[in-house]
C-alpha cells in the first residue's frame, strides 16, 4: 500500500517561502515515485478542496492561476520524494496542503481535476504577520 507523508508546513509571514516535502514509501517490487502521477491540494474550513499543481510520471507540470509563478512542484526519484516549493507567500496561502498520487506509468497526464487513489494526512501551512 502506497503511504505518503507531508512535511515542511509551519508559520511563515507574507511575502516568505516554504518547501513542502512528500516522501513516498509501500511500494510494490520494481516501483518508485516515478511511475505516479502526483498533485498538490489545498483546503480551507468553508471552501472547497483547491487543486494546487501536479506533476506526471513524464515531468509535465501544471498549476492553478492562484499559484502560478509563484509555486513550483519537482520530484526526486532517488529520494521518492516530491516538493512543492512555495515563494511569495500571502495570507490567502493559509490552508492544510495534501499530497496526492495515482500509479500512472509514463503518462503526460497531469491533472488536478481527476481521483487520486492515494493521501497524505496533510500538513498545515499559515501565513501571518
Known amino acids: 500500500q502506497l503511504q505518503l507523508v507531508e512535511s515542511g508546513g509551519g508559520l511563515v509571514q507574507p511575502g516568505g517561502s516554504l518547501r513542502l516535502s512528500c516522501a513516498a514509501s509501500?511500494?510494490?517490487?520494481?516501483?518508485?515515485?516515478?511511475?505516479?502521477?502526483t498533485a498538490w491540494f489545498r483546503q480551507v474550513p468553508g471552501k472547497e478542496r483547491e487543486g494546487i499543481s501536479c506533476?506526471?510520471?513524464?515531468?509535465?507540470?501544471n498549476y492553478a492561476d492562484s499559484v502560478k509563478d509563484r509555486f513550483t512542484v519537482s520530484r526526486d526519484v532517488r529520494k521518492n520524494t516530491v516538493y512543492l516549493q512555495m515563494n511569495s507567500l500571502q495570507p490567502d496561502d493559509t490552508a492544510v496542503y495534501y499530497c496526492a498520487a495515482n500509479l500512472n506509468p509514463r503518462s503526460p497526464i497531469c491533472s488536478t481535476l481527476v481521483p487520486y487513489n492515494y493521501w497524505g494526512q496533510g500538513t498545515q501551512v499559515t501565513v501571518s504577520s
Open positions: 509501500g511500494f510494490r517490487v520494481g516501483y518508485n515515485v516515478g511511475f505516479y502521477a
Open positions: 506533476i506526471s510520471t513524464t515531468g509535465k507540470t
